[in-house]
């Protein structure tokens, strides 16, 4: 079951409140899902660049957002790992990430999300890789 941007958001907001407006959703035509984190002064750490955990949290959210898009409102899905890469100091402006699922299994997800800066939407210069695997909760049978 595919969910819209209004689903998915909606669905954000009812589960993950403290962290639903940090985010900006997008689904383009071709069913591609990204997602923009506008960069303010909680996401900055010393020194003036983005912090890692805040990156982080785009790259799971994304993700998060890219599964849930493919399978329906399983609220119950959940990291089981996750590397990221930090490749360049990013901009102080809004951050792009771009989810990937490579394998849709029955109980397991994997993929990757490029994230990037608005002015560079082509990723020519990504600022963090990030590497994800999920796990689906099993489904209950009801007697």
């Known amino acids: 079951m595919r969910m819209t941007i209004k689903q998915l ?3 954000l907001k009812k589960h993950f409140p403290q962290v639903a407006d940090d985010f900006i959703v997008h689904i ?3 069913d591609r899902l990204s997602v923009e984190m506008p960069v ?6 010393p020194g003036g660049t983005v912090s890692g955990p805040s990156m982080f949290a785009l790259a ?5 957002l890219a599964i849930l898009n493919k ?10 790992n996750a590397t990221i890469n930090f490749m360049r100091k ?3 402006e809004t951050l792009l990430a771009i989810p990937q699922i490579h394998k849709l299994g029955r109980h397991l997800i994997v993929g990757n999300v490029l994230i ?18 999920y796990s689906i909760p099993p ?4 007697s």
């Open 9 to 11: 958001v909606s669905f």
């Open 28 to 30: 383009s035509n071709e």
């Open 40 to 45: 303010n002064e909680k996401h900055l750490r």
């Open 60 to 64: 799971d959210v994304a993700f998060y």
């Open 71 to 80: 399978i329906g409102p399983e609220g119950l899905t959940v990291t089981t």
């Open 90 to 92: 990013p901009k102080l």
């Open 116 to 133: 990037s800066t608005l002015s560079d939407p082509m990723f020519e210069k990504p600022v963090a890789s990030a590497s994800l695997t």
């Open 139 to 142: 489904k209950r049978e009801t």
